[in-house]
């Protein structure tokens, strides 16, 4: 359409039609700001869907159930953006614009078939580097809280739903069953040795760290329901370096878009396993590691915004 402008002049008029979607925050299995970095000659990324009988069993990971839709993603746009080295990614790659994948000679990304075929590289549409997305700082929920209580053989027992604070998390710490929970750690996070996070089956656990540093080692994260919704680790502004120790399975999501990200698998033959989402500021994977996306997580009503489709 042409609009009459002054001294006999014309606009040019145009109506620009934009189609959005929701853009969950756990859309993808392994998303960082910065750079991936993954190291190993036993490292897979798959997925699984916990809410599909067809792809998991009783909601649980099951290799002969697996999917290809572990993705991994990061806003990056430098050379090697996404270092996977000799893993298998069973799904997409995506950097910023400019970036790029470097792959080793025993790597792979694609499909569940053409991964089947012994091709090393990546299969072609498996690589786009348009990832330009926003992640939101996270602030505090709440203000105050209890204090857990202490049981025998846990320093920090919560037996009862609710809001929850402590300056530091060292020791043991859980869950009963059938408890919905928030927790705010101010300082820092450590477990070693026979430490560890307990969540009984049918309870949850969103804990909010508000420090600089944790690291969970120790026997890490023991999600009795083996379903990563009933973990959420959300990283605050303040929180930059989160380390996994692999001592066994750790099934959760993790939120720290601040943090540099560290999983360590055992380095032996057997491999370690991590069960869930993480999106952060950074991610390296060290050793010998399985990390499936659970699918569902997609669906949770957690968005960062709106993304353009056409």
Do not use: C
Not at 129 to 136: C, Y
Not at 236 to 247: K, V, Y
Not at 281 to 310: C, P, Q, W
Request: aromatic content about 10%; glycine content about 14%; overall charge neutral.
């Amino acid at each position: 359409a042409f609009v009459q402008a002054p001294l006999g002049g014309e606009y040019v008029r145009r109506t620009v039609k934009v189609d959005t979607r929701k853009d969950g925050l756990f859309s993808k299995g392994m998303v960082a700001k910065g750079q991936i970095t993954l190291n190993g000659n036993n490292i897979v990324v798959d997925s699984f869907d916990s809410a599909d009988p067809n792809y998991s069993t009783n909601g649980l990971y099951l290799l002969s159930r697996r999917k290809d839709n572990g993705d991994v993603a990061t806003n990056s746009g430098v050379v090697n953006s996404l270092s996977s080295g000799n893993a298998n990614i069973f799904g997409h790659v995506s950097t910023g614009p400019g970036g790029t994948v470097q792959i080793g000679n025993n790597g792979a990304i694609g499909n569940i078939a053409w991964q089947a075929s012994t091709t090393n590289g990546i299969q072609p549409g498996y690589f786009t580097d348009d990832m330009n997305v926003a992640f939101p700082d996270v602030k505090m929920p709440y203000t105050g809280g209890f204090a857990p209580s202490s049981s025998s053989g846990y320093q920090y027992a919560i037996s009862s739903s609710g809001d929850y604070h402590i300056t530091s998390l060292t020791g043991s710490l859980i869950v009963r069953s059938n408890v919905q929970a928030r927790l705010i750690v101010d300082t820092d996070i450590s477990l070693t040795g026979q430490d560890k996070i307990i969540i009984e089956a049918g309870a949850t656990l969103n804990l909010y760290m508000a420090g600089a540093t944790a690291k969970i080692g120790g026997n890490g994260v023991v999600n009795q329901s083996g379903n990563a919704t009933n973990f959420f680790y959300w990283g605050g502004t303040n929180n930059t370096s989160l380390t996994i120790n692999g001592n066994g399975s750790f099934t959760g999501v993790i939120y720290a878009p601040n943090a540099a990200f560290t999983m360590n698998g055992s380095g032996s033959s057997s491999l370690d396993d991590m069960v869930g989402s993480s999106v952060t500021k950074t991610a390296n994977m060290n050793g010998n590691f399985n990390f499936h996306y659970d699918e569902n997580l997609g669906r949770l009503n957690l968005n960062r915004g709106f993304i353009v489709t056409s």
